[in-house]
């Protein structure tokens, strides 16, 4: 951590004590806490669960960032009756810090209604097909408003009255989404657009990194978990000027963007839970996978209720990012030689961003706010988010690897939706950031390297939802090939099979640092 030192915000201070303060500070007494899918609480309130979280400088439309969130994973197509609603007493966010501090300067914030058209009569979501949003056989529909609040805490409504597209029943009663997904996208006053509704998950892996790393010997791979599923998506496309600080994508290209939900804690009764009292932030998401594989679980439920700002506050939290779990495990059971540590490598790639500004081993100038032109160095606190440089232009051949990959538009420079983000991190966290070489024992990474769907060309480009049963020999009709997919075209070519030559280091970022001086 020695790169840190000095912040305003140390980061190392007393551990247990601050662990067991967020414990009782943000789990509400009476509620059904949520987290991501790896957190203990998380099964007693899915509906609020953030699954993914993807920024990334859109492909059709440069001068514009598309945000997308989603939540409610693991949805079976026919998971009727009640489907997959979001939750009319929460607050579902997407929040931007574009000056470093770990505080939104700006909140998108998206709360629900329900239209149930059902009363008495009938269990069915629907009585018959549905063509379009305002179709009369919809028994039962959302709607949304849209706000976005700024730094000091003033609230502005974009949307007030925005339509959801409802969840995939199936082919008898959704014979076609694509209308809904179409008439469901709303236009933002002042330029932009919005999508809220059912997707295809578009997070691709195989989850048996749990059972001891692919089976302890690389045995068990290649099986994409999440085929079949959907999610809850939140999709959000503005000008890159109404994100960046200052209003100025030039000079102030990097953001960090997270998304949270609060809830009411809720007090329950027989046949009724009744929401009541302050919003409390239960569920957190920026970078992919930090509460499955860096937490610990004592440290899974605290996480998803801290803010950024009071990361560097949580020893024990950093601890696990400097000395980090899973190269100890490829060690004992792979024999890999772990890293030495502490690793501030990761550090930059998950609470700095990477930059020289920092003094971390990366000797790149990528997405940390600190390269923003306006930021003040004082004030900047190192704190987990995705970060994103909207200057670097979209890659007409993105590779899956992101920057790992030579592609420097990709993974952890935002992420986008085929970025490989377990192959990227498994390889990360096996040391390949900080020695610049490909660890070839994992070059093979999960097997699992594109989505089972193709994405889609345009906003929101997640894939439309399925709508047939998981374990349904038809699921995979619409099966993608087996590459990186964008939009309706591959992504380019795989380097040397699964990963190929590494970049990170000593090959793409410096030659964009040194693009960037030659610019100067």
Do not use: C
Request: hydrophobic share 40%.
């Amino acid at each position: 951590m020695n790169a840190l030192r000095g912040r305003r915000k140390p980061l190392a201070m007393a551990g247990a004590l601050l662990i067991g303060s967020a414990l009782a500070g943000f789990i509400p007494g009476s509620a059904s806490a949520s987290s991501h899918r790896e957190a203990p609480l998380i099964a007693a309130d899915p509906t609020v669960d953030n699954t993914d979280v993807y920024a990334f400088v859109s492909p059709d439309s440069p001068d514009t960032v598309t945000l997308v969130a989603n939540w409610f994973g693991l949805q079976e197509p026919n998971g009727g009756p009640n489907f997959y609603p979001w939750a009319t007493d929460a607050n579902y966010d997407i929040n931007i810090d574009n000056d470093g501090d770990a505080k939104p300067d700006l909140t998108y914030r998206w709360t629900f209604e329900n239209d149930d058209r059902r009363g008495k009569s009938t269990f069915l979501y629907n009585n018959g097909p549905v063509t379009s949003l305002d179709d009369e056989n919809l028994l039962f529909r959302q709607t949304y408003k849209l706000e976005v609040i700024d730094d000091k805490g003033k609230d502005k409504t974009l949307i007030r009255k925005g339509k959801v597209a409802p969840s995939n029943v199936g082919p008898a009663s959704i014979p076609d989404y694509r209308p809904l997904r179409d008439q469901a996208i709303a236009k933002i006053p002042g330029g932009g657009q919005t999508y809220v509704g059912a997707a295809e998950d578009s997070f691709f892996l195989d989850l048996r990194v749990f059972d001891l790393l692919y089976g302890g010997n690389l045995s068990e791979v290649g099986q994409d978990t999440l085929r079949g599923y959907n999610v809850n998506t939140i999709a959000i496309q503005v000008p890159k000027s109404a994100l960046t600080l200052k209003g100025d994508p030039k000079r102030n290209p990097v953001i960090g963007v997270w998304s949270d939900t609060e809830r009411k804690t809720l007090r329950l009764s027989p046949g009724q839970a009744k929401p009541e009292g302050p919003f409390v932030q239960v569920s957190r998401l920026g970078n992919p996978l930090v509460n499955e594989v860096v937490s610990s679980v004592a440290l899974k439920d605290a996480f998803n209720g801290l803010t950024p700002d009071k990361d560097g506050t949580v020893k024990p939290l950093l601890d696990r990012v400097t000395n980090p779990e899973v190269p100890k495990l490829l060690e004992a059971i792979y024999k890999l030689k772990a890293p030495a540590t502490p690793r501030n490598d990761l550090v930059e790639i998950f609470l700095t961003g990477i930059t020289t500004k920092a003094g971390g081993p990366i000797k790149a100038d990528l997405n940390s706010q600190l390269n923003n032109a306006d930021v003040n160095p004082k004030k900047f606190v190192p704190s987990e988010m995705l970060r994103l440089n909207t200057s670097i232009q979209p890659n007409d051949k993105p590779n899956r690897l992101g920057v790992i990959g030579g592609d420097l538009q990709g993974f952890p420079n935002g992420r986008r939706l085929a970025d490989d983000v377990v192959d990227i991190e498994l390889q990360a966290l096996a040391g390949a950031a900080q020695t610049g070489q490909i660890v070839p024992e994992l070059a093979a990474g999960d097997k699992v390297d594109a989505n089972d769907k193709w994405f889609e060309a345009k906003f929101p480009y997640v894939a439309l939802p399925h709508n047939t049963a998981v374990n349904s020999n038809t699921v995979m009709a619409d099966v993608a090939p087996s590459a990186n997919i964008v939009g309706d075209m591959p992504a380019g070519p795989m380097i040397g099979g699964a990963f190929g030559a590494l970049a990170l280091a000593g090959g793409g970022l410096w030659m964009w640092r040194k693009r960037r001086q030659r610019q100067a």
